[in-house]
T-cell receptor, first 115, second 112 residues
Framework: DAGVIQSPRHEVTEMGQEVTLRCKPI?????LFWYRQTMMRGLELLIY????????DSGMPEDRFSAKMPNASFSTLKIQPSEPRDSAVYFC?????????????FGDGTRLSIL | AQSVTQLGSHVSVSEGALVLLRCNYS??????LFWYVQYPNQGLQLLLK??????LVKGINGFEAEFKKSETSFHLTKPSAHMSDAAEYFC??????????FGSGTKLNVKP
């Protein structure tokens, strides 16, 4: 079975540029999560969706960050304009609420470097 | 609200030695607890989970963890470490399978 798919795996860009990270959750999963991982702050939840609707975006650091989920099989996390302090690994995860005891499944992440 | 504390950001053991990674949680309602493992340049993979029932849960790669409500702990153990166990381990808690709260992680180093 295909897992959570993230693209690109690596992104290097200059500050001020727009960055778009993409995620395809596991088919049938109704929850989608975006996390950011850094050495200093560890794993932080940015935002999560249920049935394509944003439920909690309290972890989004600033207005420069936005996330969308136009359909059940695709989500984007956008940073505009990007800054060097946004450099991190960004993970997408998905889960299914229809069965009890279901964990979150993670993608392999996007390693973002802002120069 | 829930939270997780992992004691020890780095743990080093010799190959063949016992692995013990500590996790304490805070939750006002019965929690569901998880351990994830992260290998370099990869995402987090589920190692094991406690939801209900038996408090000693077994996971992949010979790992197990015991839920101790009185101690609010969910420590991860493995009797004999392998070189391939070197990775970062995360403990997580949730009460509704929506929002997971992750610990800060423990990097396990296995010495030959």
């Amino acid at each position: 079975d295909a897992g959570v798919i993230q693209s690109p795996r690596h992104e290097v860009t200059e500050m001020g540029q727009e960055v778009t990270l993409r995620c395809k959750p596991i088919s049938g999963h109704d929850y989608l999560f975006w996390y950011r991982q850094t050495m200093m702050r560890g794993l932080e939840l940015l935002i999560y969706f249920n049935n394509n609707v944003p439920i909690d975006d309290s972890g989004m650091p600033e207005d420069r960050f936005s996330a969308k989920m136009p359909n059940a099989s695709f989500s984007t996390l956008k940073i505009q304009p990007s800054e060097p302090r946004d450099s991190a690994v960004y993970f997408c995860a998905s889960s299914y609420s229809g069965l009890s005891n279901q964990p979150q499944h993670f993608g392999d992440g996007t390693r973002l470097s802002i120069l | 609200a829930q939270s997780v504390t992992q004691l020890g950001s780095h743990v080093s053991v010799s190959e063949g030695a016992l692995v013990l990674l500590r996790c304490n949680y805070s939750s006002s309602v019965p929690p569901y607890l998880f351990w994830y493992v992260q290998y370099p340049n990869q995402g987090l993979q589920l190692l094991l989970k406690y939801t209900t029932g038996a408090t000693l849960v077994k996971g992949i790669n010979g790992f197990e963890a015991e839920f101790k409500k009185s101690e609010t702990s969910f420590h991860l153990t493995k009797p004999s470490a392998h070189m391939s166990d070197a990775a970062e381990y995360f403990c997580a808690v949730t009460t509704n399978f929506n929002k997971f709260y992750f610990g800060s992680g423990t990097k396990l180093n296995v010495k030959p």
